[in-house]
C-alpha cells in the first residue's frame, strides 16, 4: 500500500518531443559540442515521438570512432523504443558528413527496417551547429 502512495504521490516525468532536427540538437549538444574526441550517442524515441534517454555507444579518437550496430539496436530494443537519432560530433569543426557516416547511415537504416524502428535522424553535432540527414534528405 506504501509503495502505491508513493508512486501516486511522485511527480510525472514530461519526455521533450521530437518533431523536428533542431529538438534533437538540444537534447544532445551539451553533450557532444565541445568534445576534442569523436563519440557516438543514440536518442531513444518512443512510439509517441518523446526523446526518452541518452545512449552512449562508444568513444574514440579524433577522427573517428567504432560503431557497432548490435550496442546501437541492444539499447532501443532493452528500453523497448520505436524511434531512435543517432548523434555523433566532428571535433574537426566541420559538420560535413564523411561518406563513412553517410554509409553508416544507410546500413543502420537497413537494420532498423528490418527490426522495425524508425531511424529518425542521424546528426553530426558541433558547438551551435549541426547536421541533420533527415532535414537534408539524405534517410
Not at 8 to 26: C, G, I, K, T
Not at 36 to 63: D, P, T, Y
Not at 100 to 106: A, Y
Amino acid at each position: 500500500m506504501e509503495l502505491g502512495r508513493r508512486r501516486a504521490a511522485a511527480p510525472l516525468v514530461e519526455f521533450p518531443m521530437m518533431r523536428a532536427s533542431s529538438d534533437a540538437y538540444r537534447a544532445i549538444s551539451s553533450t557532444l559540442s565541445d568534445l576534442q574526441h569523436e563519440e557516438f550517442w543514440v536518442l531513444l524515441i518512443n512510439r509517441a515521438n518523446q526523446i526518452v534517454k541518452k545512449c552512449f555507444i562508444s568513444k574514440g579518437g579524433m577522427n573517428s570512432t567504432v560503431v557497432d550496430p548490435k550496442m546501437i539496436f541492444k539499447a532501443v530494443l532493452d528500453h523497448g523504443m520505436g524511434g531512435l537519432v543517432l548523434c555523433h560530433n566532428h571535433p574537426s569543426g566541420t559538420v560535413k558528413p564523411s561518406q563513412q557516416d553517410l554509409n553508416l547511415t544507410k546500413r543502420l537504416m537497413e537494420c532498423a527496417n528490418i527490426l522495425d524502428i524508425s531511424l529518425l535522424d542521424h546528426m553530426i553535432v558541433r558547438a551551435k551547429t549541426y547536421f541533420s540527414c533527415g532535414a537534408e534528405g539524405l534517410l
